[in-house]
């Protein structure tokens, strides 16, 4: 009794010590999901703190310079899409227009295996994209122009950022989990260096004038690594760094960390400033040409900052989601995306808010030369004009979208998604007509072969005509079909679209054997005494004494071979004449499973587990 006493005293003890503090400038931890990976999807609005604010000055140096087109020319790659929120700046803005892309896909790509698309897709000079996945696939793909692929490259890790594109073609990226490295690869694929960053990172590295490549950790650090993959700096905040540096026209870095401060870093490593917004900054600094600042947080306000780390003012981004980020237009509109699509002036007043059908969830707008803003929205790529009116809308996806949008040279708009098991990476624009049939597909006698069909480019609404090779056809788009003898057929789908261009696509087609069939005709839902059924039961059989097991078993287009009857691994009997008998002795214990296997004389076989509940 005394142990007993003991031991809940302690579990008592135990639970006042880890239970949170109760204080207002307490630093909560994000959630952990099933597998130990931080919750980085969840955007929520979090009370941590409230919407007072504080700014801690060390030092000011030189004024901001503010024209990034020159600045930006001497680092990061010249090319249409380079980096995480498209310059150094994180406006996201492109300088090129999209009026022509009217929300026709000409292509999508998927990974390998397993995985999901959270960073955005970055295009080179050469118009090459790329774009990063996470979980068991986790690698890095550069595809040519019409979405084939040029080489895959196996991370270390999970790739949640968006890379980074140096003016000499080395792409850099962070990873999460396993050897937790920052990434430098050359343009053909190869491996350059890697720098292991002590912890996992899910931040979008950025590069300064001079090479350095800054990014931040889940352990709280800020690292300034050399280009030849040796380290410059490390600064340590209190909490995870998720966010992407942005740098400002003085070689300034400024990012945010989860212990609530935005952080002015000089070019060494020493801090120039910090700001404490109150609440976590999971989300991109951005800054405006007249040198503004701008940086959300998780107590649903953005806040404006002069260049010496003083507040101009902040704004409501509304009280259920967080922003991760802000775009901004070139007359220095500011487009914010939660629940619902804002827009403001450059001095905080709200322009407008419209509802995109979908929140806009750990993800940022992205602005076109013309204007249109583009935004990931729930499942859906939304594209709104200027004066927050849709455009058009194209559903992509089974689950949230965090991708942020990326814009290319000839006016492509790519996304990525996730759906089912898979992520994928969408291009939007002008381009041929072409169908894609899917596949290979395997199928067996009775069982309907779900065929899955698109069109790509070209001008919709689209036309499919299926021919499955046995001289049937469908005019669906994903039409399910039964074969009635087993073999090997090539399918061909033909896309049409209103002007009457056509595209055709073959695919292969397997039809075999369906697995055996086998149903238990005995025992029954009941109960039985010595092999005597007394009454029914609902949902289960409860057995004294023996029980007798009888099964039907039958095969299309082939004979059954035999039925094994197994407890605990241990084959217990085989017959091989219908009906298909066994005679189960076992006693204990209470609960016993019984697996039952058929199989056919062409090699298939199917099972089946059996539970009964034997009282002696």
């Known amino acids: 009794m005394y142990q007993i006493r003991c031991t809940a005293l302690c579990c008592v003890v135990l639970l006042l010590l880890v239970q949170p503090i109760n204080s207002s400038n307490q630093i909560r931890k994000v959630d952990v999901t099933a597998n130990g990976e ?19 000055v060390i030092s000011i140096s030189e004024p901001l310079k503010t024209d990034i087109n020159h600045y930006q020319a001497s680092v990061v790659m010249d090319s249409p899409w380079p980096m995480q929120g498209h310059d150094l700046f994180h406006t996201c803005h492109s300088p090129y227009n999209t009026e022509n892309t009217t929300g026709t896909e000409i292509w999508r790509v998927r990974g ?7 960073g955005s897709a970055v295009v080179d000079a050469n118009d090459t994209v790329y774009f990063g996945t996470l979980g068991s696939d ?5 595809l040519y122009p019409n979405g084939t692929r040029k080489w895959r490259f196996a991370a270390d890790g999970l790739i949640w950022c968006t890379p980074a594109l140096a003016n000499d073609g080395v792409i850099y990226f962070t990873t999460w989990g396993n050897l937790n490295n920052l990434q430098a690869v050359y343009p053909n694929g190869t491996n350059k260096w890697t720098f292991y960053q002590l912890d996992s990172s899910a931040s979008s590295p950025a590069i300064s004038p001079d090479g350095t490549i800054y990014f931040g950790t889940d352990g709280g650090n800020i690292f300034a690594i050399y280009p030849n993959g040796t380290k410059k700096w490390r600064y340590s905040t209190g909490y995870i760094v998720m966010g992407s540096p942005a740098i400002g026209g003085d070689g300034t870095i400024y990012i945010g960390s989860m212990d609530q401060y935005l952080y002015a870093i000089n070019s060494n490593g020493t801090l120039r400033w910090r700001f404490n917004t109150g609440s976590w900054i999971k989300g991109d600094v951005s800054i405006a040409n007249d040198g503004t600042i701008y940086v959300p947080s998780f107590n649903g306000y953005f806040y404006a900052l ?3 780390g003083t507040l101009k003012w902040k704004a409501s981004t509304g009280g259920s989601i967080a922003a991760a980020g802000v775009a901004l237009a070139e007359d220095g509109t500011i487009y914010v995306g939660t629940e619902v699509l804002r827009a ?9 808010a419209t509802d995109v059908g979908g929140q806009v969830y750990g993800t940022v707008p992205a602005v076109s030369a013309d204007g249109t803003i583009y935004v990931a929205a729930g499942t859906s790529l939304v594209a709104v004009n200027p004066d927050g009116t849709e455009q058009w809308r194209r559903a992509l996806a089974t689950q949230w979208m965090h991708g942020p949008p990326s814009i290319g040279r000839d006016g492509t708009v790519y996304v990525g998604s996730s759906s089912g098991n898979y992520g994928y990476l969408h291009a939007f624009g002008v381009g041929p007509l072409k169908a894609e049939a899917g596949g290979p597909y395997t199928g067996a006698l009775t069982i309907p072969v779900q065929f899955s069909g698109r069109g790509f480019g070209g001008t919709p609404p689209y036309e499919y005509y299926w021919d499955f090779g046995d001289s049937n056809i469908s005019t669906e788009q994903n039409p399910a079909y039964t074969y009635a003898a087993r073999g090997n057929y090539t399918a061909i789908l033909t896309v049409t679209d209103v002007e009457d261009n056509q595209s055709s696509d073959t ?25 005597i059924k007394l009454f029914p039961l609902p949902g289960r059989v409860f057995a004294i004494g023996p029980i007798t097991f009888v099964v039907n078993a039958s095969q299309v287009d082939a004979d059954i071979d035999r039925v094994e009857f197994k407890y605990e691994g241990e084959l217990m009997a085989t017959d091989t004449e219908p009906p298909y008998t066994y005679v189960h002795r076992v006693h204990q214990p209470i609960g016993q499973d019984v697996w039952i296997y058929v199989y056919d004389t062409a090699g298939n076989k199917n099972s089946r587990l059996f539970t009964i509940f034997k009282l002696w």
């Not at 931080?38 to 801690?56: A, I, K, Q, T």
């Not at 986790?138 to 550069?142: G, K, M, P």
């Not at 403001?344 to 407008?352: D, E, Q, R």
């Not at 695919?507 to 086998?518: C, E, F, N, W």
Request: proline share 9%.
């Open 38 to 56: 931080w919750n980085y999807r969840d955007w929520h609005v979090e009370n941590l703190g409230n919407s007072n604010y504080s700014s801690e």
């Open 112 to 118: 390998d295996r397993d995985s999901d698309i959270e």
């Open 138 to 142: 986790s690698s890095l793909y550069a």
């Open 306 to 308: 002069a260049p010496n």
């Open 344 to 352: 403001y002036v450059p001095n905080g007043t709200l322009l407008w």
């Open 507 to 531: 695919t292969s087609v397997t039809i075999g054997y369906p697995p055996p069939q086998l149903q238990v005709v005995r025992p029954e839902r009941a109960f039985y005494f010595f092999n």
